[in-house]
């Protein structure tokens, strides 16, 4: 052959899909993009467009109708819901009573393409848990992502409004897929800049291609904002010129972005701003943004995520903070709650707001990126914390009420319910630096439209979607992830240990950190209060009494040690080292065995890992064989650096049946990582 022919053939096998690199860059969208569907739709719009053009290019069956129409049924699921109906072979009918609809069903069917062997005759009927599904980017204008392990941001606010990185466009169809329909740009932690007009335009342009795929755009605002970019001598949210700046400021935004979702605010939180400078209430500052975005149909997600130096439990903080202003919110205020009373913890109770506000919407936050689980460098698939979550029985309405139903609008009708996740996502190749860190974003979504799924079946998808529908691998493969959780508090903080990280990054284990001068609440000490005499957190009524912000029989239950779970045990107790285990076990062995466990967990994955090798492609088997590397010497790094430090209390031997320790505590000590916020 000669050149030409060479490069032709070449050119050929590249549009043919015949060199497609596997980097992860096409995340669950693997499916061969080549089928020729006859789609139908009885209107016109650019949500239905997309649906369109995506059953076009992917829908390997018979004809598709796409109706928009009214009847009871569909305006019973909302304006998101849809309904599909007949056979793959024949035709399918999706109908919903908005365009939206008709994209999250397109969505659906192709979903259904790519997992499922046989389609058979379908009868489906949706509609989402949550009204909103949002994405919280910790972006900031500079391109760096606080906690994100990806690589800098995907919001390339340097070249915006006048280019257009093709990012945006993937990254919306990706979001659409999985039901998330809205997005906060930029960081908690604020830069007043977002809200110049300079950035605002910059939004504009992002916020015109989410659109069509059903997502709006949010922003996360800096309190101070009228006094630092309108130059007023203050921010009070009761001073009449600081609520017209917020007017004015407000209404520019919608007049570039008429759908403009609403803001997001972190107040007097880790050194913010907020209405407590001027001696208002969190209400009073959550309420002067409501009542500028009320006209526009705007909301206010309010950040319960509050806590001061001080004599009081970190845990017990944002009940107290909170529960006096119940009921005094606006109705488009939100209070956004993570998901624990600390903060994002391997493991934790959940909030105890949770149940306990009742007259004020609250919406879950839950963090997708790794910041407290290995990064981007452990696979750590989060579905199931997020299910334990879920189905965590708050008891504020009798048994059965679940932290889903508390939130969801089931127990407690507001005018919306909505759901967050920090998200993992970078300018990476992969987009969230680990392969399976893909799967954390894409469970998140799945969840928040229907928190009643399982863990394993939205591991099941995903596999056979981002990977192969081979049982030989998916089987294994999702085993190993579904573990993955358990594996990671067993080596980082089992039996309810927290917050025992390094220093600032949060990455290693320090639980001897110790910084003079630090704020008690940021060091390991405070959490684990190890000693001779044992070890753990007291927050028995005899202790901190954060058990008595739970509704009864919780507090009870976790009030008692017979009663309480052992998976939370030294989050609320504080026991000797000898305390008798339920199996037999002391405490301190307990927890040598549990270290011990979960590195062997992840020697075990690798185990898995390593078979896979024949059924997927070498790259991308290659990157996560290398990153179980990592994270089976963390596990033995975490293990040993625990195990040795708490011994100089318990004085006690580790069991001699498990694996010796291979490294010494005084290096340990020393080791100190040199890793950004961001990076
Ligand atoms: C903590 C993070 C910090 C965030 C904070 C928050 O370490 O970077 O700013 O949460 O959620 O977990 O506001």
């Known amino acids: 052959m000669n050149r030409t022919v060479l490069y032709i053939v070449f050119w050929w096998c590249v549009s043919a899909g015949c060199l497609k690199a596997e980097d992860g860059s096409r995340l669950w969208f693997r499916a061969e993009m080549t089928a020729q569907a006859q789609v ?68 659906h069917l192709l979903r259904l393409q790519d997992t499922q062997n046989d389609n058979g ?6 509609s989402p848990a949550y009204d909103l599904r949002l994405l919280n980017h910790w972006d900031n204008l500079d391109g760096t992502v606080e906690r994100g392990y990806a690589g800098y941001s995907i919001w390339k606010w340097d070249e915006l409004p006048e280019k257009i990185s093709p990012r945006y466009k993937e990254y919306a169809r990706a979001n659409a897929s999985i039901g998330i329909n809205g997005t906060v740009l930029n960081n908690v932690n604020a830069s007043p800049g977002i809200l110049t ?11 015109d291609i989410l659109r069509p795929y059903g997502i709006k755009v949010y922003l996360s605002v800096n309190f101070s904002s009228p006094q630092i970019l309108g130059g007023l001598s203050g921010s009070d949210p009761l001073d009449t010129g600081v609520r017209r700046w917020w007017r004015d400021k407000i209404g520019e935004i919608y007049r570039l972005i008429p759908d403009f979702g609403g803001v997001l605010v972190k107040a007097n939180s880790e050194g913010q701003p907020g209405p407590q400078d001027y001696d208002r209430t969190h209400a009073d500052g959550a309420n002067m943004l409501a009542d500028a975005l009320k006209p526009y149909g705007g909301i206010v997600m309010w950040r319960a995520f509050v806590y001061h130096p001080g004599d009081e439990d970190r845990a017990k903080q944002a009940y107290q903070e909170f529960i006096p202003l119940d009921g005094k919110f606006r109705d488009n205020v939100i209070l956004q709650v993570k998901n624990g009373p600390i903060d ?10 949770f149940g306990g506000m009742k007259n004020t919407a609250l919406m879950p936050e839950l963090q997708i990126t790794q910041e407290y689980l290995g990064f981007s460098n452990h696979l750590v698939f989060l579905a199931p914390q997020w299910k334990e979550f879920f189905e965590s029985d708050t008891y504020c309405n009798g048994k059965g009420a679940t932290v889903a139903k508390t939130t969801d609008g089931t127990i407690f009708p507001h005018p919306v319910s909505a759901i967050a996740g920090v998200a993992n996502i970078g300018e990476d190749i992969n987009w969230c630096g680990h392969h399976f860190a893909q799967a954390n974003w894409y469970a998140f979504g799945r969840l928040a439209w229907n928190c009643e799924l399982t863990a394993d079946e939205i591991a ?12 030989a691998f998916v089987t294994p493969v999702k085993e190993m992830m579904l573990h993955s959780w358990d594996a990671a508090v067993n080596y980082m903080m089992p039996l309810g240990l927290h917050h025992i990280f390094a220093w600032d990054h949060h990455y290693g284990p320090e639980p001897w950190c110790d910084i003079p001068g630090a704020r008690p609440d940021w060091l390991p000490r405070y959490y684990h209060n190890a000693g001779e005499k044992g070890i753990g957190f007291d927050r028995t009524t005899g202790g901190s009494d954060a058990v008595s912000q739970y509704h009864a029989p919780l507090k009870e239950y976790f009030n008692d040690i017979a009663t309480c779970p052992e998976d939370l045990l030294l989050w609320f107790h504080h026991l000797p080292w000898d305390h008798p285990m339920k199996n037999g076990r002391t405490l301190w062995d307990e927890l040598c065995y549990r270290y011990d466990t979960g590195v062997r967990q992840v020697r075990e994955f690798q185990k898995i890992w390593d078979r896979m090798e024949r059924y997927i492609d070498g790259e991308r088997f290659r990157h996560v064989q290398s990153r179980l590397k990592i994270q089976s010497r963390d596990a033995v790094w975490w293990k040993d650096a625990c195990l040795l430090y708490f011994q100089t209390y318990s004085g006690k031997p580790i069991p001699y049946d498990i694996e010796r ?12 990582l040199d890793l950004k916020h961001h990076h």
């Open 40 to 107: 139908k739709a009885n209107r016109e719009s650019p949500a239905i467009s997309v649906a369109v053009e995506e059953l076009e290019k992917r829908w390997k069956g018979g004809a598709v109708h796409l109706s928009l129409h009214q009847n009871k049924k569909l305006r019973n699921l909302g304006k998101e819901g849809y309904v599909i109906s007949g056979e793959k072979q024949t035709g399918i009918h999706i109908q919903s009573a908005s365009d939206l609809g008709l994209l999250y069903g397109a969505y």
């Open 661 to 672: 320790p291979v490294h010494e505590l005084d290096d340990l000590k020393k080791v100190k």
């Open 197 to 207: 007009g300079n950035y605002l335009r910059k939004v504009k342009v992002i916020a």
């Open 344 to 353: 994002f913890q391997p493991r934790e109770p959940f909030s105890p707001l």
């Open 121 to 126: 005759a379908l009868q489906v009927e949706e």
């Open 460 to 471: 099941e998808e995903w596999l056979r979607m981002a990977f192969t529908r081979d049982q």
